[in-house]
C-alpha cells in the first residue's frame, strides 16, 4: 500500500531536494524503514539509538488536527506522513 510521505526542509537534504514521496508499510515505522531504504542516512537524524523519534521531529498522520503518533500507528494505501521539525534552543 502507498503512503505520501513529506519530509521538512532540514530532511530534504538527504533526499536531494525531494519534499513529497510515496513509500509502503503497515506501520509508520515501517514507513520510515523503507524511506531510509531510499535515503540511507535518514534514520540517523530522526532516531535515537533505542529507535525512539527524537524529540525535534514529530511525525503526524493525515492532517486530522496534526497529532503526534507513535511510530507503530497502523496506516493505509492512501494515508498521508508528514515529519516535522521543531525549532530547538533556549
Do not use: W
Request: aromatic share 6%.
Amino acid at each position: 500500500m502507498s503512503v505520501r510521505l513529506k519530509l521538512p526542509p532540514i530532511l530534504q537534504e538527504f533526499s536531494g531536494g525531494v519534499e513529497t514521496l510515496e513509500v509502503s508499510g503497515r506501520t509508520v515505522a515501517e514507513c520510515l524503514e523503507e524511506l531510509e531504504a531510499q535515503f540511507p542516512g535518514i534514520k540517523e537524524v530522526l532516531l535515537d539509538r533505542q529507535g525512539k523519534l527524537l524529540r525535534a521531529f514529530g511525525v503526524y498522520l493525515n492532517n486530522d488536527g496534526l497529532h503526534p503518533v507513535e511510530l507503530d500507528t497502523p496506516v493505509q494505501g492512501g494515508d498521508e506522513i508528514v515529519i516535522l521539525n521543531f525549532l530547538m534552543g533556549g
